[in-house]
């Protein structure tokens, strides 16, 4: 008989994927899903790639295959507060958010925002100090730059 929790709050779901990182070689979100499922904590896909990617975690590749690992970060800080810093603001209008950069950051903030793999965002475009951000197929813009705001952990953007 599977265990099924009340709903679960965003620490508690997100502590529960530290452990289990810690504790086995975990290597598709599908198999992360199981198991915190199993502990009775359901996350759909796009919660768990949101987790992931605010944890801080990598997938690594080796030589028994890519598996998630914790990545070794101030506990106190967002992983991306120092890129975060150098974002100087963030437009849209119907079909396109804008990130302004300081000169030369624009690639290190769209790489962050890719490999976060959000599911509202279709993809990035940087120059030097500019990103296009373009949401996907019926996501509205200003849920795109909501997403943004919480990779980075800047409301203020």
Known sequence: M???????????RQEEIRRLLRSRRI???????????????????????????????????????????????NAKANPLTELADTVLS????????????????????ALAIDNARMPECLGTLAGDD?????PARGVATRRLVQQIRNLFGRENL
């Open 27 to 73: 290597s598709t979100q599908q198999e992360l899903s199981e198991l915190l499922a199993a502990q009775g904590i359901e996350a759909t896909q796009a919660t768990l790639s949101r987790d992931l990617a605010e944890l801080g975690v990598l997938r690594v590749s080796g030589p028994e295959g890519a598996v998630y690992e914790l990545e070794a970060v």
């Open 2 to 12: 599977r265990l099924v929790r009340e709903k679960v709050g965003k620490g508690e």
């Open 130 to 134: 500019t990103i296009f951000a373009t």
């Open 90 to 109: 963030l437009r849209e209008n119907e079909s396109l958010v804008v990130l302004r950069t300081r000169p030369g950051m624009a690639s290190a903030v």
